[in-house]
C-alpha cells in the first residue's frame, strides 16, 4: 500500500525543540523526504534519508529513521515562529519517480 | 529562472465548464509532475512527463483529466466537465533528470473552485 500517517497538528513554545512523527507501510521506500508548505508558497524540501541510514542530521533539523517499525521522525531545534508551516514526509519509490505524501502536520510555534 | 509558475493562480468556475492550467517549469528540467492536493491532506501524484513523453498517469485521472507537454517544456492540464470533486490546488512540479536523491521543485499551484 501507499499509506502515509502523520498526526495533524503540533504546538510549541519558540525555542523548544519539535518532533514530527510520520508512519508509512510501502518497504521498498529508497528515500525518503520532508518537505515543508507555507500559506501561499509551493512545496519546498528540507531534507531527505536514505533508507539504509538511521539518523541524518543538518543544522537544526535532525531525521531518525526506523526501517524495521517504518517510522520516521523530523526533530526541529530551537524552533521559532518562521517554521510555523505544514510539514509533510513523502517517499520515492525505486520503481517510479512520483512522490507520495503523507497527510501533513502542521506546526504551530507560539512566541 | 525563477522557478516553476504556473497560470493561474486561482480559477472559480461553474460545474460542467472546462478548465485549463498552465505549468512552466524550470528551463533545464527533463521531468515534470502534477499533483492534486485537497483540504487537510497532502499532494496526490496525477502524471507524470519525462520531456514530451508521458509515462506515467495515476488512476486518480479520470477520463475528463487530459496532460501535455507537446514540447517538452510547458505543460497543460485540461479538466473537462468539471465537479465539485474537482475542486482542489494543482501542483506543477520539475526536477532534473538523474538518480534519486532528485528534488522536485513545486510551484505556487493552482486553486479550482467549481460552484
Known amino acids: 500500500g501507499e499509506d502515509v500517517e502523520q498526526s495533524l497538528f503540533l504546538s510549541v513554545r519558540e525555542g523548544d525543540s519539535s518532533v514530527i512523527n510520520c508512519t508509512y507501510t510501502?518497504?521498498?521506500?529508497?528515500?525518503l523526504y520532508w518537505y515543508k508548505q507555507e500559506p501561499g508558497a509551493g512545496l519546498q524540501l528540507l531534507t531527505y534519508?536514505?533508507?539504509?541510514?538511521d539518523m541524518k542530521q543538518d543544522q537544526r533539523l535532525t531525521v531518525l529513521l526506523n526501517k524495521k517499525d517504518k517510522h520516521l521522525s523530523l526533530r526541529i531545534a530551537d524552533t521559532q515562529t518562521g517554521d510555523s508551516a505544514i510539514y509533510f514526509c513523502?517517499?520515492?519509490?525505486?520503481?517510479?519517480?512520483?512522490?507520495?505524501f503523507g497527510t501533513g502536520t502542521l506546526l504551530a510555534v507560539q512566541p | 529562472d525563477t522557478g516553476v509558475s504556473q497560470d493561474p493562480r486561482h480559477k472559480i468556475t461553474k460545474r460542467g465548464q472546462n478548465v485549463t492550467f498552465r505549468c512552466d517549469p524550470i528551463?533545464?528540467?527533463?521531468?515534470l509532475y502534477w499533483y492534486r492536493q485537497t483540504l487537510g491532506q497532502g499532494p496526490e501524484f496525477l502524471t507524470y512527463?519525462?520531456?514530451?513523453?508521458?509515462?506515467?498517469k495515476s488512476r486518480l485521472l479520470s477520463d475528463r483529466f487530459s496532460a501535455e507537454r507537446p514540447k517538452g517544456s510547458f505543460s497543460t492540464l485540461e479538466i473537462q466537465r468539471t465537479e465539485q470533486g474537482d475542486s482542489a490546488m494543482y501542483l506543477c512540479?520539475?526536477?532534473?533528470?538523474?538518480?534519486?536523491?532528485?528534488?522536485?521543485?513545486f510551484g505556487p499551484g493552482t486553486r479550482l473552485t467549481v460552484t
Open positions: 512540479a520539475s526536477s532534473p533528470t538523474g538518480l534519486p536523491p532528485i528534488e522536485q521543485y
Open positions: 510501502d518497504s521498498s521506500s529508497t528515500y
Open positions: 534519508i536514505f533508507s539504509n541510514m
Open positions: 513523502a517517499y520515492h519509490g525505486g520503481a517510479t519517480n512520483k512522490l507520495i
Open positions: 528551463s533545464e528540467h527533463n521531468r
Open positions: 512527463f519525462q520531456n514530451e513523453a508521458q509515462l506515467e
